[in-house]
Antibody, heavy 116, light 112 residues
Framework: EVQLVESGGGLVQPGGSLRLSCAASGFTFTSYWMHWVRQAPGKGLVWVSH????????NYADSVKGRFTISRDNAKNTVYLQMNSLRAEDTAVYYC?????????WGQGTLVTVSS | DIVMTQSPDSLAVSLGERATINCKSSQSVLYSSTNKNSLVWYQQKPGRPPKLLIY???TRESGVPDRFSGSGSGTDFTLTINSLQAEDVAVYYC?????????FGQGTKLEI
């Protein structure tokens, strides 16, 4: 059974940092790109970033470029999202997703709240 | 960036009737090497992650009821739900995965 379990969310002050993790199981992790997608409370879905199967290629939404870094540890079947210089507008549920170009399987999400 | 625009923003349909949701992209999402459209449809219910319904614009995901269908090409796409059921109440999103950033439509809220 495919499982994606996000963790690391929480309350952080503006300007702070947080690292999200997404632990994958039930599939061959090294065969798939991975995505992060976020959803602000009551709002729509926004693609954030994705990473190649070996980590050699990454892309970001303009809104997070230079502040967020996606990475993966294939030995641990885990993808990460390092978030720095956080802003109030980064408040959202962050989902990781397995990629077939599109996200074909989603985690349950982890809530990040940026507030003083 | 490719802008995805869905219409309508919300839709009320009677049980057993048909619902039609449209999605328009600001440029073609046709992937020339495969002649496939890089367009996906998701369903999201409150408090839940999105669920994949349709990919490559018209290919139904395994396990998705056949009352859900996708059509269209280039820049204009449609999600059709026939014989609407109560469990179809949700927000529906289209997304293009042709060009980074992979942009979503704003969502269409479907109600009974």
């Amino acid at each position: 059974e495919v499982q994606l379990v996000e963790s690391g969310g929480g309350l952080v002050q503006p300007g702070g940092s947080l690292r999200l993790s997404c632990a994958a199981s039930g599939f061959t992790f090294t065969s798939y790109w991975m995505h992060w997608v976020r959803q602000a409370p009551g709002k729509g879905l926004v693609w954030v970033s994705h990473i190649h199967i070996d980590g050699s290629s990454t892309n970001y939404a303009d809104s997070v470029k230079g502040r967020f870094t996606i990475s993966r540890d294939n030995a641990k079947n885990t993808v990460y999202l390092q978030m720095n210089s956080l802003r109030a507008e980064d408040t959202a549920v962050y989902y990781c997703g397995r990629s077939n170009g599109y996200v074909d399987f989603w985690g349950q999400g982890t809530l990040v709240t940026v507030s003083s | 960036d490719i802008v995805m625009t869905q219409s309508p923003d919300s839709l009320a349909v009677s049980l057993g009737e048909r619902a039609t949701i449209n999605c328009k992209s600001s440029q073609s999402v046709l992937y020339s090497s495969t002649n496939k459209n890089s367009l996906v449809w998701y369903q999201q219910k409150p408090g839940r992650p999105p669920k994949l319904l349709i990919y490559w614009a018209s290919t139904r995901e395994s396990g998705v009821p056949d009352r859900f269908s996708g059509s269209g090409s280039g820049t204009d796409f449609t999600l059709t739900i026939n014989s609407l059921q109560a469990e179809d109440v949700a927000v529906y999103y289209c997304q293009q995965y042709s060009t980074v950033p992979y942009t979503f439509g704003q969502g269409t809220k479907l109600e009974i």
